[in-house]
């Protein structure tokens, strides 16, 4: 109801801008045969700059208004993902506790009661951690102190994504594989944690997007010898190439009626592009249509293993090994 509301209110206000839009076009057409007639130069060009504001106004105030009206639609579907992503891991401990309590259970029934808590925690907390990211990616703090910045093998980091995501999405391991493009160490100078936030972002969404098996490569290499990039490809069901920027905004998701039923709150890759960027690098994606898988790309500046040894106080030689 809220949806069809809203969507009423779209129309609504898009006709009332365009009959208000005619009706200026009419009133300055009718003034400038009227003093064209009269031979009033100076009302005439009066007249038309006048209305030519009018016009310009109507315009854009007909533009940020359906801007957002649309805005509050995502927030709104943002809010009920959320309200979902928290509810259902809740329900599903609350029911195996209450079994727990309730009814005597043999060691191995406990132990996979215990598995599938400690999943559903796992899940409640990447969300609330999700909201609270977002808040930060939207004030510019995700990493303001430079002196937090540590020299990360992005090789390292990257592997433990990917086995973290075998694990939690219980994938086989030939599903997901890594594919080592560079001759040498690639180190980059940022905040471990936030990174691997980017990486498993990026990596949740490739498998949720792939309903038809999950085939996911993560590729690392070395761009013009001083950009790290980590490209990671999955199979499944692409993005329209119009959609390709706004799946970087915040609250945005791929709009599709059989996509509407994967569960997310529209913000992952709103925080994976905000952390790259944070480290003075970025994320973009690419994708050749509906059904011919998704690329993600991160783009970060490489710190060379000189000036890592520095940073960690290493020798150089034990950092390139």
Known sequence: MNITRRRGAIAFFITLGICLVGLAVALNVGWIILNVHQRHVMFLVLGICFFSVLIAGLILNTIFLVREVRRNERQDSFLNAVTHELKTPIASIRLYLETLQRRPLDDAQRQEFYTRMMEDNDRLLHTVEQVLRAGEANAKGVIRNAKARLPIDLRELASEALAETVRRHHLEPTQVRLEDRSPAAVYVSGNAQSLRTAILNVLDNAVKYSPGGVHITAELSVLRGNV???????????????????????????????????????????????????????????????????????????????AAAAQTQAPVAEIVS
Not at 243 to 272: A, C, D, M, N, P
């Open 228 to 306: 790290a990039m980590l490209r990671i490809t999955d199979k499944g069901v692409g993005i329209p190439p119009p959609q390709l920027k706004r799946v970087f905004h915040r609250f945005y998701r791929v709009g599709s009626r059989e996509l509407s039923k994967i569960k997310g709150t529209g913000l992952g890759l709103f925080i994976t592009r905000a952390i790259a960027r944070e480290h003075g690098g970025d994320a973009t994606a690419q994708s050749y249509g509906a059904g011919l898988g998704t690329t993600i790309t991160l783009q970060l500046p490489l710190l060379s293993a000189t």
